[in-house]
Structures are given as structure tokens and as C-alpha cells.
């Protein structure tokens, strides 16, 4: 905490004080405290339990390579539906179709390609049928600095 910041008391208790702070911090460290979220989970994982891990919410470090739109020859995938092609996670050279929601197509849309970004998504299935990419929809993607 820094000197001079404001502490609201809430309780005291045998010399200790329980205090709130209200502050700002950069979006990209604050994580999602829902203890489903996997961070210790691969691509390589996805794939190897396509469907034991479909529904399963990960926090991954990608670098975004393209925004596409999906053609027929995308099965797991709707026509014309938003996704990136990414690699990832973190050091893993893995392909990966993120598929962007309506409310995500801008922020999505501004991300530069092949910069790195965190993103929270939803496993839609670990392999897909065609090439056996992992189709993940993403819930929150955050550009890194």
C-alpha cells in the first residue's frame, strides 16, 4: 500500500485492523477467481480428450496470427462465424480456432496480429473434425502491452 492511500477501517481486533482499499489496476493482472479456470492445461491435453475436456474454461497467453471467418470446410464451426487463428498456449506452437461472440468483434477486431494476448475461453472441443485444431469460445481477451 501506498503512503498517503485511503483505508476505509471495517472491524478491529487485538492490535490488527481489517481495512478496504479502493484502487485501479492494469486489467491484464487481475485473473478470474473462478476455480475452474485451468492455467496448467495444454493444447496437446485438448486434443488428447476431445471430449472430456469440452465445457472445461481455460486462461491462456496466445499470440493472435489472423481474425478469419468460417467457411463450410469448418464443421465445428458455424458459417461465417468470427474466429482468430492463434497460437498458443504460452510456448506451445499449437493451432488454435478462438471463436470471438458479438460482444468481443471489436476488441478482437484491434488486437494486431501476432501480438500476444490473454484470453479466458470456453472449450468447444479439443479436436476438430478436419484438422484437429482445438475450437475454443472465448469469454474475455485481453491484449498484452
Do not use: F
Not at 48 to 67: E, F, I, M
Amino acid at each position: 500500500v501506498a503512503p498517503g492511500a485511503t483505508l476505509v477501517p471495517l472491524a478491529r481486533e487485538r492490535g490488527w485492523v481489517r481495512v478496504r482499499l479502493e484502487g485501479w489496476v492494469p486489467e491484464r493482472d487481475v485473473a478470474l477467481s473462478d476455480t475452474s479456470v485451468r492455467t496448467g492445461v495444454s493444447a496437446a491435453d485438448l486434443r488428447a480428450d476431445p471430449v472430456g475436456s469440452r465445457g472445461k474454461t481455460v486462461r491462456w497467453s496466445v499470440q493472435v496470427l489472423a481474425t478469419q471467418k468460417a467457411d463450410v470446410l469448418r464443421r465445428d464451426l458455424a458459417p461465417d462465424e468470427t474466429y482468430l487463428l492463434a497460437r498458443g498456449p504460452s510456448e506451445e506452437n499449437a493451432l488454435l480456432y478462438l471463436v470471438v461472440p458479438a460482444s468481443l468483434i471489436a476488441t478482437a477486431k484491434a488486437i494486431p496480429e501476432l501480438s500476444q494476448a490473454m484470453i479466458t475461453a470456453r472449450v468447444r472441443t479439443g479436436r476438430s473434425d478436419l484438422i484437429g485444431v482445438p475450437i475454443l469460445d472465448l469469454v474475455t481477451i485481453t491484449p498484452k502491452q
